[in-house]
């Protein structure tokens, strides 16, 4: 049996394209004691995968290039696990068979996925990494209380789409900024009060302070960047800043992103800017999955998609969702 | 009885001069119910008012400069204070004698100064305001813990070489950075580990680097602008920052204020970073005084002043303390 795997063929310089990954083919592995074979089923591609393909990141040339999925147990060497089980982790990778040591010392990143409540592939959206980020970095950094005013950048994504609908939920007024009309109006359909689109504003700053006359109470940011600039010029005091990702300049060495120094402003509010990376928060995951799996089957939240197939298109959908072209979280399906 | 009183004549562009100000002379005001005159003994001059001079920021032309000081009460139209007791506060302002009213409706900012244990300029240093921001930032939004690697800008200024010696008290290892050695060698004098002169350094970042190899755990920072950039690359994980001060780049409007973003460290590192500003902690203020001043009399806080004589002077104390020329926390005696 062949396994088809995308392995990274050179490392990013700047703009992406597709002769960054070339498609190898090797025999299908044998699972060894403790270990799972699994038949990739879904494949998700997310933002922080970028910082993985540049030099010094860590991913040598020729290997197989990482990402998080959904697969079902073909054979399985592990006694908690069956043939027929749904596994998800970070480490499935682009190919179709992965194998997977799911007792891995350290916190296990292999997940038995309950297909009850929930199709596969929700475990890489909503039930999965996005909506954990969402959960933990808007209600535990960004901290909303009834009758804030959040924004949330990058708002229609995997990401912002949850975190702005557990504002809502959490009594605040919500704007979202993205960069299409069509993504904004899902955005006001799953409740947010207010949208910008930041492509059609010469002056993003003023757009959001006319959007939010008393300021800015919760910046739930996934793009960094001049939209960065643009929200924390309008913070409001005693705001609560979380970083969760830099889209927006991704392709930009940390050390070329160049802007506006929140200082002035951080002191006239004394505004808290954190960093944030989902896996610090790991053993609240049960507590935040039950709750988005309630919010989800009493309706009060919804996701959208966005699904290419077939594993010869996953890195076409891995540049798709850098540049902004999906409408919904980007999955791929094999 | 005549009073001289700073005034002044034009709002702030770019660098400062002393034309900025004008010397008035009028009749001491009398105090009326629930006042006091006091005759100014020491004046205070503070990187915060910087931002007083700006255009817009609420001072009138002609009006008279605000600043914290200390007077001598010589008439009291108010129970509570009799002739000879000594006051502080933060609008006692540029002048030869000062109509204050201690109890003004909200928080009261007139402090009765107790000379016994320290002289009466010490309510505008270490057991005032500037003593108050290194006690708060450091132990309350820098929350060192020991063994952790504490860096502070300006730091042989007045909060800076009190803000280094707590994060010492707290168990760290401390750098200071200021841009003389005559500064930096007063610096290791009262404890500071290691000393950086950001004058001297043609790659700030990268010297940051050498004297914390374990990354940074608390930055304290009152310069902003490049040196503040120059500490963010180097912020180790969990990193705590407080912004408390810009004075390096006052000058600039804060439109103007460029420099690198941080979110890509910020997320590698989840640091959080607070903006400061010291009357938000008023209600803990006499916990803070009481530990400052038994860490002073037991001789393990050390502090140094710059004099300067003569309301005439303060104008020109102002200036030289804005260019770093001041050598230990500025003052004016009258």
Same mark, same amino acid.
Request: glycine residues 12%; charged residues 20%; neutral net charge.
């Given at each position: 049996?062949?396994?088809?795997?995308?392995?990274?063929?050179?490392?990013?310089?700047?703009?992406?394209?597709?002769?960054?990954?070339?498609?190898?083919?090797?025999?299908?592995?044998?699972?060894?004691?403790?270990?799972?074979?699994?038949?990739?089923?879904?494949?998700?591609?997310?933002?922080?995968?970028?910082?993985?393909?540049?030099?010094?990141?860590?991913?040598?040339?020729?290997?197989?290039?990482?990402?998080?999925?959904?697969?079902?147990?073909?054979?399985?060497?592990?006694?908690?696990?069956?043939?027929?089980?749904?596994?998800?982790?970070?480490?499935?990778?682009?190919?179709?068979?992965?194998?997977?040591?799911?007792?891995?010392?350290?916190?296990?990143?292999?997940?038995?996925?309950?297909?009850?409540?929930?199709?596969?592939?929700?475990?890489?959206?909503?039930?999965?990494?996005?909506?954990?980020?969402?959960?933990?970095?808007?209600?535990?950094?960004?901290?909303?209380?009834?009758?804030?005013?959040?924004?949330?950048?990058?708002?229609?994504? @995997? %990401?912002?789409?949850?975190?702005?609908?557990? !504002? $809502?939920? =959490?009594?605040?007024?919500? &704007?979202?900024? #993205?960069?299409?009309?069509?993504?904004?109006?899902?955005?006001?359909?799953?409740?947010?009060?207010?949208?910008?689109?930041?492509?059609?504003?010469?002056?993003?700053?003023?757009?959001?302070?006319?959007?939010?006359?008393?300021?800015?109470?919760?910046?739930?940011?996934?793009?960094?960047?001049?939209?960065?600039? @643009? %929200?924390?010029?309008?913070?409001?005091?005693? !705001? $609560?800043? =979380?970083?969760?990702?830099? &889209?927006?300049? #991704?392709?930009?060495?940390?050390?070329?992103?160049?802007?506006?120094?929140?200082?002035?402003?951080?002191?006239?509010?004394?505004?808290?800017?954190?960093?944030?990376?989902?896996?610090?928060?790991?053993?609240?995951?049960?507590?935040?999955?039950?709750?988005?799996?309630?919010?989800?089957?009493?309706?009060?939240?919804?996701?959208?998609?966005?699904?290419?197939?077939?594993?010869?298109?996953?890195?076409?959908?891995?540049?798709?969702?850098?540049?902004?072209?999906?409408?919904?979280?980007?999955?791929?399906?094999?």
């Amino acid at each position: 049996m062949r396994n088809r795997q995308w392995v990274l063929a050179s490392h990013a310089q700047g703009t992406l394209n597709e002769s960054l990954w070339s498609l190898a083919e090797a025999d299908v592995l044998r699972p060894a004691s403790g270990q799972i074979l699994v038949k990739t089923l879904w494949l998700s591609v997310d933002p922080y995968m970028r910082g993985r393909l540049n030099a010094g990141a860590g991913m040598q040339l020729g290997s197989l290039m990482q990402g998080g999925g959904v697969g079902e147990v073909v054979e399985s060497n592990h006694p908690g696990w069956k043939i027929g089980d749904i596994a998800e982790g970070p480490d499935v990778g682009w190919q179709d068979y992965a194998v997977l040591t799911p007792d891995l010392p350290g916190a296990s990143k292999v997940n038995k996925v309950d297909t009850r409540s929930a199709p596969p592939q929700a475990a890489l959206s909503w039930l999965g990494m996005p909506g954990l980020t969402a959960y933990f970095a808007m209600l535990d950094v960004g901290r909303p209380r009834p009758g804030d005013t959040v924004v949330v950048s990058a708002a229609a994504g @995997a %990401v912002g789409q949850i975190a702005g609908q557990l !504002a $809502r939920l =959490a009594g605040c007024r919500v &704007v979202g900024i #993205a960069g299409s009309d069509r993504k904004l109006d899902w955005c006001k359909t799953i409740g947010f009060d207010e949208t910008i689109n930041y492509k059609a504003m010469p002056d993003l700053a003023a757009e959001v302070g006319r959007c939010c006359p008393g300021g800015v109470n919760v910046f739930f940011d996934g793009t960094g960047g001049p939209i960065h600039d @643009a %929200v924390m010029k309008n913070l409001a005091t005693g !705001a $609560r800043v =979380a970083i969760v990702g830099r &889209v927006a300049v #991704a392709n930009n060495p940390a050390g070329e992103d160049v802007g506006l120094r929140a200082s002035s402003r951080l002191i006239a509010t004394r505004a808290v800017v954190q960093g944030f990376v989902v896996y610090d928060w790991w053993n609240r995951r049960d507590e935040a999955l039950q709750r988005l799996a309630a919010w989800h089957a009493s309706g009060e939240l919804k996701f959208r998609e966005d699904v290419m197939n077939g594993l010869e298109n996953v890195p076409r959908a891995f540049m798709r969702m850098m540049g902004g072209e999906n409408f919904g979280k980007q999955l791929v399906q094999l």
